[in-house]
């Protein structure tokens, strides 16, 4: 797994900042202008959709790539590095085990070992619920909060909820769906599964690629964005295919089953 830190070139988040400056501001005009017509429900909701559908894609490219890749001195932050970065990525589901058997496995959030799992569905339901609650609290202070403040439009503020609310579950669903291959078989069969699936899989090959998960549309504004493995990975780690013919183990740290399973 390459974690190379590569910098971004000052013209390319320059113009990706002014874009999406424009794109947001156009809609946060058109939700107070939309008071005054007939569209005003139209608007709004479009409106609301559409600025967390692009704030959340900002916020998870900055939060996964300054946060869950970068060791940090502060306790709470290394903590998260370690979880993401070490468990998931290296200890877990390195790119010779990218996918596994069994029901999904959590990393408890007051876990220091990196390579427990939690073994309870409560246990699992705790850390799920924090993964998704974290975000949509800091969506609520970056996003919704702010936006809500500048327009003063009910609908508005309605559909940014509900949208935080359904994307943030799809994100989590989607990415156990792609590390489980046996727990969402109706998702796995959807025509953007394929995309996100082979996406994903880039990135846990280069961390600093495709740092986006479900919305890469900041990956395509800040120039991460990685569309296939060069000959050369594709020699080191295989395909995405190769990946998923033979899930390996039950979730338990990757270098102990492959191992097993590989020993003479």
């Given at each position: 797994?390459?974690?190379?830190?590569?910098?971004?070139?000052?013209?390319?988040?320059?113009?990706?900042?002014?874009?999406?400056?424009?794109?947001?501001?156009?809609?946060l005009?058109?939700?107070?202008?939309?008071?005054?017509?007939?569209?005003?429900?139209?608007?709004?909701v479009f409106?609301?959709?559409?600025?967390?559908?692009?704030?959340?894609?900002?916020?998870?490219?900055?939060?996964?790539?300054?946060?869950?890749?970068?060791?940090?001195?502060?306790?709470?932050?290394?903590?998260?590095?370690?979880?993401?970065?070490?468990?998931?990525?290296?200890?877990?589901?390195?790119?010779?085990?990218?996918?596994?058997?069994g029901?999904?496995?959590?990393?408890?959030?007051?876990?220091?070992?990196?390579?427990?799992?939690?073994?309870t569905?409560?246990?699992?339901?705790?850390?799920?619920?924090?993964?998704?609650?974290?975000?949509?609290?800091?969506?609520?202070?970056?996003i919704?909060?702010?936006?809500?403040?500048?327009t003063?439009?009910?609908?508005?503020?309605?559909s940014?909820?509900?949208?935080?609310?359904?994307?943030?579950?799809?994100?989590?669903?989607?990415?156990?769906?792609i590390?489980?291959?046996?727990?969402?078989?109706?998702?796995?069969?959807?025509?953007?599964?394929?995309?996100?699936?082979?996406?994903?899989?880039?990135?846990?090959?280069?961390?600093?690629?495709?740092?986006?998960f479900?919305?890469?549309?900041?990956?395509?504004?800040?120039?991460?964005?990685?569309?296939?493995?060069?000959?050369?990975e594709?020699?080191?780690?295989?395909?995405?295919?190769?990946?998923?013919?033979?899930?390996?183990?039950?979730?338990?740290?990757?270098?102990?089953?492959?191992?097993k399973?590989?020993?003479?």
């Amino acid at each position: 797994m390459k974690n190379k830190i590569i910098p971004i070139g000052l013209k390319r988040t320059l113009s990706a900042c002014i874009i999406l400056l424009i794109t947001l501001s156009s809609l946060l005009y058109a939700s107070v202008v939309g008071k005054n017509t007939q569209y005003y429900v139209i608007t709004s909701v479009f409106c609301g959709v559409a600025i967390i559908i692009i704030g959340l894609s900002l916020q998870e490219w900055m939060v996964h790539r300054y946060l869950y890749h970068r060791h940090h001195k502060n306790r709470l932050m290394k903590h998260i590095y370690n979880i993401h970065h070490v468990g998931h990525h290296s200890v877990i589901f390195p790119p010779e085990r990218y996918v596994t058997n069994g029901s999904v496995k959590r990393h408890p959030i007051f876990e220091k070992d990196i390579t427990k799992l939690g073994e309870t569905p409560s246990n699992n339901f705790l850390t799920r619920l924090s993964h998704s609650g974290s975000y949509i609290l800091l969506t609520f202070m970056t996003i919704i909060g702010p936006s809500w403040l500048i327009t003063n439009n009910n609908i508005f503020l309605i559909s940014t909820i509900v949208a935080t609310i359904i994307i943030c579950y799809i994100v989590v669903t989607v990415h156990d769906a792609i590390h489980y291959p046996s727990q969402h078989p109706i998702i796995q069969n959807q025509k953007f599964f394929k995309f996100l699936d082979n996406h994903h899989f880039i990135h846990h090959i280069c961390t600093e690629k495709n740092v986006n998960f479900l919305l890469p549309i900041c990956d395509f504004l800040f120039g991460t964005i990685k569309l296939n493995l060069c000959e050369d990975e594709r020699k080191i780690y295989g395909t995405l295919e190769l990946a998923k013919q033979n899930p390996i183990g039950y979730s338990e740290p990757a270098k102990d089953v492959m191992h097993k399973a590989f020993r003479v």
